[in-house]
């Protein structure tokens, strides 16, 4: 049962990734009753349903993307910012990642991992 005033987002995540299942799993044990606002949508073999939903396939396996509570998609650290301000636990966090100073490092960080993860997976 969702929560009254909570709408659901749905975020789109790599679920042919180890890690990325991981990091799903830690943050529905975090958010707690907060993580039944959350819709998981696995984009494996999903291409033509991310293309009719305005998202490129190829930045969905390099970018998180997030469609929010008012349909619009955002991604990469806004995605992340969205996602984590949502859990109490998570907000600091997402205001920390999201100060000027820190999030163009924090970017290009999360685009090597992303790159070298799937690159080692050969899936790049």
């Not at 909570?6 to 830690?26: F, L, Q």
């Not at 958010?31 to 606002?37: F, I, L, S, W």
Request: net charge neutral; proline share 4%; hydrophobic share 40%.
């Amino acid at each position: 049962m969702m929560r009254e005033g909570r709408e659901k987002i749905t975020v789109y995540y790599d679920g042919a990734c180890p890690s990325c299942i991981k990091d799903r799993e830690n943050y529905e044990k975090l958010a707690g009753k907060n993580g039944e606002d959350v819709c998981w949508f696995d984009i494996t073999e999903q291409d033509e349903h991310l293309r009719d939903i305005g998202i490129d396939p190829h930045l969905a396996l390099t970018q998180l993307h997030v469609r929010d509570e008012h349909q619009k998609i955002v991604s990469e650290l806004d995605a992340y910012i969205l996602l984590m301000s949502r859990v109490f636990l998570l907000k600091p966090l997402a205001w920390f990642i999201g100060l000027p100073v820190i999030r163009p490092l924090l970017s290009s960080l999360y685009h090597r991992m992303v790159k070298r993860r799937l690159e080692k997976s050969g899936r790049l």
